[in-house]
């Protein structure tokens, strides 16, 4: 059976989910783990490599295992890409002041960004396209079918160049894109599912307030009688956990500099190690009332620094109360008071922070209500089960969904530059999607032939504060007087908010052309030569290459744990882990050259619980070393001596083995 | 009378889909009315219209067409499109009117006034007076947010109030078209015309009016 499967791509982690019968379920990688870390690392490049075959892509490591790279060679890895989907370097001012995003030197304004990772340039929607492959492989690896079919969640307050570049990942992944759903509303379809289809249920209106790692997104919807309608949506794409990472951040680097006069500013991963504290010290807080952070310095000084959660809550509260305009402007936009939402539903990691609840509590005045707002399904993994609850409803193969329709709305209005500058607004935001309007053009000199128009989203009133979309020039108008040609144009934005056009010339009965000239886009032809290894597809030998893959899998964990001992770290694990290790390992050693798949993968799997204590040991050493300031170049160093070389260990699911555990394996390569 | 361009039996009720054979309909020559299936009258009893716009929607949503071929799938979103935008039109009042009476070949707003000159920049005549004593409240609680100090109580006070009256004022052009569209409902040609003529005057001063209405309460918002 043909498989599509729902995707939420997320900020900061990314997750594939799947119909199994009428259950939406996550599908985890080979670490078990459900969520993919959304970091792409390019592995070093070999250096007798054949450049001139040019076959050869670049090798890449995608989630748990390229964390470490932002430590150990932050020149080479990104995250929160999400943040730079559909931009131009024009609008990212504020994200390269609290993100490490090195952009391509050359990159002019009105351009699709790229993003340098070591000696190469990537564009965002390729950085995506990598975390999307990563997905697809687990997806494959736990379905043991090719996964060609994919929905794809976006903010709901993703503009037309975000959606597209989104798409356009997902194209670059080798997934062709049925359908992007809006993270809110698909948040909505898998807590929705358990409810009457019947008509036996009054309509109710919910609110959905999405916090998650960089986006912010508010849905006011109403469900009745199995369809979901969203009335109004709001928010802001580049609001979220994040900001509070780099709050803290900020807050420590500065501290460091102050008392101790050690200014970690220019060492990149010395601050990614202490950005990995301070998360940990924010997660902390939504669980203790206080966290400590203890950080070894640059000549042994050592940061220590309580941070109580009232102190905390202070810090983040102008971060939080950033949510609540669009939630009073979803309100006011959907005709609705606070007591009039039936129900809230919080989706996104950052929801778990009490002081959000708090806040949501006080917008929708639920304690007040006596309610509580939904919290039984992970914040983390409502959303691709949404997705996955979607792709069933487009598969039309559940009978549980079979009776569920999704009526979502455009996020932004739409409009033309009209004359002095001022933008002429041609559909509402709020609009039911898919949505339409025409417009009448025509010519100011005799004989024009041609006609520039520029599209643009946004609800400000002049059009160099609203977001350009495109540039359309109508050609091939039948010369004439000056004000006689009527040329209609059609904008529909699809069922994706993703925007099209037509126009005809009425009198002469011309189709008018288009060029149309995505001011943040790539071109079709652009795409095509992005696409991500397009032998991947091949169906045929799909049973052997993923017996290959198990097998190179099960080799790379092995000959890793086979120098474990090696490893310092080693002896800090107790005797039982130990033996318990070598138990595990022994197992796979003798299935590893038999054909059954299952078997081998299982005992990858167990292998790489077994090892997870002595990954975290490593992860742990890795941070302690850069936070002792090491310069690039002496860690460049360290890892040479130690020989890390980072290769996939097969181009199928190399981020799916427990990649510290590979790592460890490099280390020791080089020692025998 | 629209017939199927499958099956070619008589469409009944909305346009978009053949009640027959099922067949998604694309003619993009559909108006609003005939999408929804309602026959083109001011009056309406949205609840029901809504109903249907549900139903229609789950027969033509793009969703129903994933594994559909290309040409359906290309219906279904036009056809899906046009149903929003007619449910859209048609769920609001005013722009229920502004459409139908374009539909009837009346020039409505800007297009009857002109571009840039439409009436509703022009204080309906009766209204001269009161217009002129508004915008000087607002410009003098204007210029003292522009000067940063505090807005004179007693200034926003008489705004408030005159707020309140073209409010009233806005209530009664809506309840003067709602009296006119029954008219044209029910009417012959000739009451037809008339009614017609005296929605659109009401819709100008309709917009006149909440252009107003709007400015006040935006500088009370940015008073308060």
Redesign the interface.
């Known amino acids: 059976m043909e498989h599509i499967v729902g995707i939420d791509l997320g900020t900061t982690n990314s997750l594939v989910a799947y119909m199994q019968g009428d259950v939406p379920v996550v599908i985890p990688g080979v670490d078990g783990s459900n969520l993919v870390p959304s970091i792409v690392a390019l592995d070093r490049l070999p250096q007798d490599a054949d450049q001139a075959s040019g076959a050869a892509r670049p090798t890449v490591t995608v989630g748990n295992s390229a964390r470490r790279a932002l430590i150990a060679s932050p020149e080479r890895a990104i995250y929160s890409v999400k943040r730079l989907m559909g931009r131009g370097i024009e609008d990212i001012g504020e994200e390269l002041k609290f993100f490490p995003f090195r952009i391509a030197p050359d990159v002019q304004p009105g351009e699709v960004l790229r993003i340098t990772l070591g000696e190469m340039n990537f564009t965002p929607s390729e950085i995506s396209a990598y975390v999307l492959r990563q997905l697809k492989r687990n997806a494959e690896r736990f379905l043991g079918v090719p996964v060609k079919k994919a929905v794809i969640t976006v903010p709901a307050y993703f503009n037309d160049a975000q959606r597209q570049a989104t798409r356009d990942a997902g194209r670059m992944a080798g997934l062709e894109v049925l359908r992007l759903v809006n993270e809110p509303t698909a948040a909505a379809l898998a807590y929705g599912l358990d409810r009457a289809t019947d008509g036996s249920e009054p309509t109710r209106t919910v609110a959905v307030y999405d916090l998650g790692g960089g986006t912010f997104d508010i849905s006011i919807l109403k469900l009745n009688d199995g369809i979901f309608e969203v009335v109004a949506t709001n928010g802001d794409t580049h609001l979220g956990g994040d900001d509070i990472d780099n709050l803290l951040l900020l807050v420590a680097l500065d501290e460091i500099r102050m008392e101790h006069g050690v200014d970690l500013r220019q060492q990149p991963d010395a601050i990614q190690a202490l950005r990995k504290s301070v998360i940990e010290a924010k997660i902390a807080l939504s669980y203790d009332a206080v966290a400590r952070l203890d950080i070894e310095l640059p000549g042994g000084q050592r940061y220590q620094r309580e941070i109580p959660r009232e102190v905390y809550e202070q810090l983040i509260a102008p971060v939080l109360e950033r949510t609540a305009g669009p939630c009073r402007q979803a309100l006011a936009d959907a005709g609705l008071t606070p007591e009039q939402i039936d129900e809230v539903v919080l989706v996104g990691g950052s929801t778990r922070i009490p002081a959000v609840r708090r806040l949501v509590d006080e917008i929708f005045h639920l304690t007040a209500r006596g309610r509580k707002p939904h919290t039984e399904l992970n914040p983390d993994e409502v959303v691709a089960m949404g997705a996955a609850v979607q792709a069933s409803i487009l598969a039309g193969s559940s009978s549980a969904t079979d009776q569920l329709l999704l009526l979502d709305v455009t996020p932004l209005s739409l409009g033309i530059e009209a004359l002095g500058g001022v933008v002429a607004r041609v559909l509402q935001r709020n609009s039911t999607i898919p949505a339409s309007a025409t417009e009448h053009f025509t010519t100011g000199v005799d004989g024009q032939t041609n006609v520039a128009i520029h599209v643009l989203q946004g609800e400000r009133e002049l059009a160099k504060d609203c977001r350009s979309l495109a540039r359309f020039d109508l050609k091939g108008i039948p010369p004439m007087t000056a004000g006689m040609p009527r040329i209609e144009v059609k904008f529909l934005i699809d069922a994706n908010g993703i925007l099209q056009v037509s126009a005809r010339e009425q009198r002469s009965g011309t189709e008018a052309q288009i060029e149309v000239k995505p001011t943040y886009g790539l071109t079709d032809e652009q795409v095509e030569a992005m696409i991500l290894d397009s032998f991947d597809n091949a169906e045929s030998d799909f049973a052997e290459r993923q017996l290959i893959e198990a097998r190179l899998e099960a080799e790379t964990i092995l000959s890793a744990v086979n120098k474990a001992p090696e490893n310092g770290v080693w002896l800090l694990l107790s005797e039982a882990e130990q033996a318990e290790i070598f138990a595990t390992r022994d197992h796979l050693v003798t299935v590893q050259s038999s054909r059954d798949l299952k078997a081998i993968r299982d005992a990858t799997t167990a292998l790489d619980q077994s090892t997870r204590r002595f990954a975290e040991l490593m992860m742990d050493q890795a941070v302690s070393s850069a936070m002792r300031g090491k310069t690039m170049q002496a860690a460049d160093q360290t890892l040479n001596e130690n020989s890390v070389e980072i290769h996939a260990p097969h181009p199928f699911a190399h981020a799916e083995i427990d990649e510290d555990a590979a790592i460890a394996g490099g280390e020791m390569r080089k020692r025998q | 009378m629209n017939h199927c361009t499958s099956c070619q039996k008589a469409l009944e009720g909305s346009w978009l889909v053949c009640a027959d054979c099922g067949a998604v309909q694309s003619d993009s020559t559909i108006d609003f009315f005939q999408a929804l299936g309602h026959e083109r009258r001011f009056g309406i009893d949205t609840a029901a219209l809504e109903r249907e716009f549900?139903r229609l929607?789950?027969r033509l949503?793009?969703?129903r067409f994933?594994?559909a071929s290309a040409e359906e799938q290309q219906n279904s979103?036009?056809a899906?499109?046009?149903l929003?935008?007619a449910?859209?039109t048609l769920r609001d009042p005013v722009s229920r009117l502004e459409y139908l009476l374009k539909l009837e070949g009346h020039a409505v707003g800007e297009e009857h006034a002109g571009k840039g000159k439409s009436a509703e920049r022009q204080p309906p005549s009766d209204l001269l007076e009161e217009v002129f004593e508004l915008n000087v409240q607002l410009e003098e609680l204007r210029m003292s947010q522009k000067m940063g100090e505090a807005a004179d109580g007693a200034v926003v006070k008489d705004l408030a109030a005159t707020g309140v009256r073209f409010e009233s004022m806005l209530q009664a052009v809506d309840d003067a078209l709602a009296a006119e569209s029954a008219k044209w409902d029910t009417g012959a040609a000739e009451a037809r015309t008339e009614a017609a003529t005296r929605m659109i005057q009401l819709l100008d001063r309709r917009r006149y009016l909440q252009n107003l209405v709007r400015d006040v309460h935006e500088t009370l918002g940015a008073a308060a």
Do not use: G, V, Y
């Open positions: 549900h929607s789950r949503h793009p969703d994933a594994r979103l036009a899906t499109a046009l929003n935008d449910w859209r």
